[in-house]
């Protein structure tokens, strides 16, 4: 039954192979542009998230008699503007500027993920709308408002804006750990995947270290005596000691990755593996100041210390973002779409049909190029390699492969899941192999006008074989 | 294609065309708010702004300067479930047009993201204590961006409804805008169109304020009147404008898609838009007479703004039905609808919109 819908599910994939205009971002590699954005998105979003509970919890001091020095409600005012300004305009927009990236970057990727689950986006948007509508009457009229019905408003912003996490989270952790789902093809297993809980527990943490390091920051730009500003910031800094239950969390998400991305994490990757120790070094610096100055020691913070903390808390977020990214290769979704967005089964049927034969998308600059065969070379490329690399640019594969030979360059290519099991298989036949050798040969060659046309059978033959030998995927 | 619209589709397409014209509906009216509200802020402040002395705010202006920045945050996230709906309607289609505009299309999220600041700008103490002069100067900025908008939405719409070769060309000659014809009609309905909704919500807004300062309450009387009858005439300038565009976009149809606008599919839509504008301007009519709005006349043009809208909105769907492959597309339809979630989606929309509901009243009551 399983095999019969996968079956079912890749034929309907294989069939609605779409070509689309794709975009040559110069030396900027296209991982990098969502990356950044992406970042960018998730550190204002988890504010967002963050920044509601802990205004609740300072609401509720206020309101239940706590509050002796009677600053709570101000400073819950306070900062919510700047949640209004930062969030709910930013984070906004660079929520829809994600979908926008997705389908400049991958559009077959972000396809099969809204196909998959957009019922469960549809479920997030009317989360937006209650957390649209809660924040931005509390933003208007909260101050009018009296102490309970502020608190249900707060709370509904909250629980709202957490939810629109808790089905991203889903979401994004299915890319990585699929599950079950490959087989039964389930919505609900594909969300309530492996990584699904360690990551969203681990999130929710995030989410209030950030809003609790911005409230360090905020209660130092009112006007406050300081101890009152005292008191503000050792309330704040409750909401960062739920970081000592990080390691657990980590630990539980590293646990349950497959293995290969998992000895990603432990050293196979030395870029992985650096970021990976940014995020942690970055988190642990800021748990001990929290956990032994915030909190054991009472120490106040000034707003320098508590920005650049919040500069670390951004780096940390970075680091994890990337890791997370980077331990999915070589898949958008795993054991379903390569990184190109290819599926198995369609690299099978290109290994036959070659990859580009029906892309009705012409080269930019054709003649730039000497011959049809670098010109075919240079479409592969851009079909099934400018996802992850430039010609010349970030990780660009001039610099990479730039001194092997042509026969080295003919059998890494062929074989390029064995090369590095970062990367998909190649997905085409002898032919277009051979194109993307001269192309890249001839580019480093500093792109002469006059190139020779390579058609060697036996060279052919030898491809062939070596596409034989890595049809493992 | 002559069963009326959605009926006579598979149920898969006829499910996702209903939400996604139910939604978009939901978008436009606040995008409405957002084009027009700024315009009408632009266009007065470019009278007074560069006079001598300053004068006092209408009652319009006070209210949409103070609603405008909530408006666009309405506007933006209604518009994330029709942009979530497109992507199974028409994949391909929305994709490819997003793509071949690449940096244009993109630009709209920096341009959107200035004019939300300026929209808290405009309300801030910093620009009151300025030079009078950089008010209308920064209006101007904000309607720019929100036209731009406007306009990037309508040329992608238009270049995902082009065949392939047309994709093709634009592709390999490096174009940044696509030009056509119909671009300016289009955008000039959407435009004309937005006042006649803006002037239905500010038709409440103006019954329901109140001035909060011993001044205002003076004013209050006098101003209300003039507000609705500078409301009537606007919104009546509106239909007929309207009105108008449409004429001409419609002469600039082919034949066949004209056909389909008047088949079973779509005629009871056209015909549903007509009404609503008829007694759109029959009710402003009577308003800009008696000078005062009431509940009943609000809810009429509350109900018959909704059904031009949305009625519109199928008009604007049988056009491009009419130029897509359905068949390929139905398929997909139906392949997606199989994918489980919707009933977790149908929960929470009605939970959710009575959490929302519920908010509402609690604050409205609120002593
Ligand atoms: C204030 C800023 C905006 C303005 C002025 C605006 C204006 C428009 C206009 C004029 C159209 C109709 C295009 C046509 O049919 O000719 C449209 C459609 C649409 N808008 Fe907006 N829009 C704005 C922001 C947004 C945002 C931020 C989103 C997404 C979150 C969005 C989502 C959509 C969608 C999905 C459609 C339908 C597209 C299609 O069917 O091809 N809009 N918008």
Redesign the interface.
Known sequence: MFVLVRFLFER?LVN?F?Y????DFGPLMKGLVIGGLGIFHVFLAQFAIGGGMLMCYFQWLGQSGRDRLGVMRRFVDDYFKYLV?IS???G??????M???S??IS?RT??LM??????????E??????E???G??FF??GKR??DP?RL??LV?YST?AWFSLFWINGILSWQLTPGTWTESR???DGFFNPSFWPSLFFRTIVCMVIAALAACVVINTMPLPSEVRRRLIFHASHFLLPMVLMPVLGVWFVAVLPADSRQWVLGGSVAITLFMNVAVGASSLIAGYAVIGLYWQRLTINGATATLLLVLAFGATAGGEFVREGVRKPFTVRQTLYSNSMTPTQITQFRETGSVTHD???L?NADRYPNDQVRLGAKVFRLQCSICHTEHGVNGLVHLAGTWTDSQRRMNIAKLQHTKNFMPPFAGPPAEVEALVQWLDWLVNHEPSEWPVSDNPEVRQQIAKWLEEASDY | MDVLFPFGFPWPTALYLTLYVATLTLHMLLMHYVLAGSAWVAGSSLFTGFKSSPTRPSKIIKLLQDWLPFALGGAITAGVAPLLFVQILYQREFYTANLLLFHRWMSILPVLIVAFYLLYLQKSKWLEQRHPQLRPIVWLAIVSCFGFVGYSWTENHLLSLQSQDVWTDFFADREVFFSTIQILPRLSIWFAGAFSTLCAILAWQVHVHRGETAIDLREEAADKSLAVRTLSRVAMASIALTLLATCVYGTLLEKEIVQVLFSGLSWPYFAFALSGWIVQFAVWWNLSKVGTTSRTSSIILTTTVVMTAMSLNVLREAIRLSQVDLGALQTQHAEAASVGGFGVFAFFLVVNSLVVAWLIRSVATSK
Request: hydrophobic share 55%; aromatic share 22%.
């Open positions: 309907s609605a779409e689309y205009p794709l975009h300004l709910f305009v930013m906004a927009l660079t929520g829809v500027g979908w926008f990236t389908i400049q559009p972000i396809g809204v196909h998959e689950f957009h019922w469960l986006w549809a479920t948007w009317t989360f937006f709308c209650l649209v509508v809660a931005y009457t208007r009229y408002l009296p019905l249900k408003l509904a709202a389930d919505v609900w009705p998308y012409p930019l």
